[in-house]
């Protein structure tokens, strides 16, 4: 029961700064690719931010140089650093992960519940 759990969403002003963590549980015998995602109401689900299995980062162009992702493989957690967060950055954040279950050759694809940040002007 491989699931991802995100927490840290809040409401904040813009210009504020806001961590994003999202941790993995259950029968995982290893995490690739990791990753943010953004869905604001009416828009449809875009990247935010990803970074692979040996620390590579990729980040849309909304983002760069105010977003930093991180992640934790002892943990098996990834954090999404946010600063100078603007009204634009609203929206429901979404982790996702590339995994490999524990006695399975097969990488599946796992999405967190989401959680919501909401930056005020």
């Known amino acids: 029961q491989v699931q991802l759990v995100e927490s840290g969403g809040a409401l904040v002003q813009a210009g504020g700064s806001l961590r994003l963590s999202c941790a993995a549980s259950?029968?995982?015998?290893?995490?690739?690719?990791m990753g943010w995602y953004r869905q604001a109401p009416g828009k449809q689900r875009e990247l935010v931010a990803t970074?692979?299995?040996?620390?590579?980062?990729n980040y849309a162009d909304s983002v760069k140089g105010r977003f930093t992702i991180s992640r934790d493989n002892a943990k098996k957690m990834v954090y999404l650093q946010m600063n100078s967060l603007k009204p634009e950055d609203t929206a429901v954040y979404y982790c996702n992960a590339n995994i490999f279950r524990d006695g399975d050759h097969e990488l599946y694809n796992y999405w967190g519940q989401g959680t919501q940040v909401t930056v005020s002007s």
């Open positions: 259950g029968g995982i015998f290893g995490i690739m690719r």
């Open positions: 970074i692979t299995s040996g620390g590579t980062t």
